[in-house]
């Protein structure tokens, strides 16, 4: 009935299972739940290992690295059963009812996201950057994702046809950082995928520290270019590359091109200090996409 298939990199996975196993077994659904490490070698994985003395669990840890989104390429071709519910590993559940809420949609849907939350205080100052904006900026009620149903579905919390997903597959020749679901939302747009948005959040826990954060977004907006560039989204599918390419219209990409090459270091360093601010990192995200658009 349903495959859950979760991917980690460096983080302790088994509360997390053991909660799903147990709402699993309440239900009384027919499901395994597939697990795998992308080759951390971590400490942590001395607990995941008990993930598989769980009835219908298996934990794996890879070899060799293979990238986010191979890893969860490889989860779905192992999974037995139509119904995928993908996750993040790196998140705790707000509600008690999370399975429940996913096994109702199952019968009339292609994709369903539960969306993501943040918690009310940021775990320290050296992790505010993400904290923020997930919390500010990415958090959205479900109003909110059906403005764009598209656009808001994520891959961290979400449940899927089998046969949808293996229409489109997560594309593993990128290899940074970054807008994984911006493509393949995207083609769920292409293919006119029913799409049903609902309140069944996870809360992201692994927050990423400011210095960390930083460089995983430049590795981000690299990767939307070289998605708009290689023609694979349109530049109307990003805010981004949207905004972008009209102040480009008017020459304004070689004023912020320049603003990041003199400034870039003082908004970086801002960002990685004990309160960056949201605005700054506005101006960070603008400004280098800005450059990077220009060659």
Known sequence: ????????????????????????????????????????????????????????????SLEKNVGYRENKNILVSQSKYENLLILDGDCILPFPNFIKNYVEQISDYEVVYGGRIHAEKAPSKQQLLRWKYGKFMEDQTVDQRNENVYRATLFNNTLIKKTVFNRIKFDSSFKKYGHDDTLFSFELQKMKAKIKHIHNPVQHDDIDTNA???????????????LYKKQLITKEYSKMVNLVSRLHSFKTTYLLAIFYTIFGKLLEN????NNPSLFVFNVFRLTYFSKIYIG
């Not at 801002?270 to 200090?273: C, R, V």
């Open 212 to 226: 960390v954060y930083v460089e995983k977004t430049k590795n981000s907006l690299d990767n939307l270019y070289q």
């Open 270 to 273: 801002q960002l990685k200090e």
């Open 1 to 60: 009935m349903l495959s859950i298939l979760i991917t980690i990199y460096n983080y302790n996975l088994l509360p997390l299972v053991e909660d799903i196993h147990q709402q699993c077994l309440d239900l009384g659904i027919t499901f395994e739940i597939l697990t795998q490490d992308d080759a951390s070698n971590s400490i942590h994985n001395l607990e995941n290992e008990k993930i598989n003395l769980l009835s219908n669990c298996s934990y794996v």
